[in-house]
Nanobody, 127 residues
């Protein structure tokens, strides 16, 4: 069955960096766009970054543009997000997700476009 497993979260100081990874299995990873979302306590899940199935197109929330970089390695069935210049407001549980349809480029920002989600990894940025 489809599995998405995030890793790389942790506690980091303001201005620090983390790289999250999401290892996928159980489907043809290279055929599906992927997204990263985050959810802070008491808030709705929000879009962070998205990447097309080939990796040729990437998309970012305004709040992370210029600081985060999404990438994927289709040979390793893994999607990454490199997070630099972290701020306290980046504190959240981060989730990766797989787009519902193969070779489909939706808005990337709508959670309803995704059908499989990882369990999440906690990122805490301390000031």
């Amino acid at each position: 069955q489809v599995q998405l497993v995030e890793s790389g979260g942790g506690l980091v100081q303001v201005g620090g960096s983390l790289r999250l990874a999401c290892a996928a299995s159980g489907y043809t990873f290279s055929s599906y766009a992927m997204g990263w979302f985050r959810q802070a306590p008491g808030k709705e899940r929000e879009f962070v970054a998205g990447i097309s199935w080939s990796g040729g197109a990437t998309y970012y929330a305004d709040s992370v543009k210029g600081r985060f970089t999404i990438s994927r390695d289709n040979a390793k069935n893994t999607v990454y997000v490199q997070m630099n210049s972290l701020k306290p407001e980046d504190t959240a549980v981060y989730y990766c997700a797989t787009m519902k349809l193969s070779f489909y480029a939706g808005t990337y920002t709508d959670t309803r476009e995704y059908n499989y989600w990882g369990q999440g990894t906690q990122v805490t940025v301390s000031s």
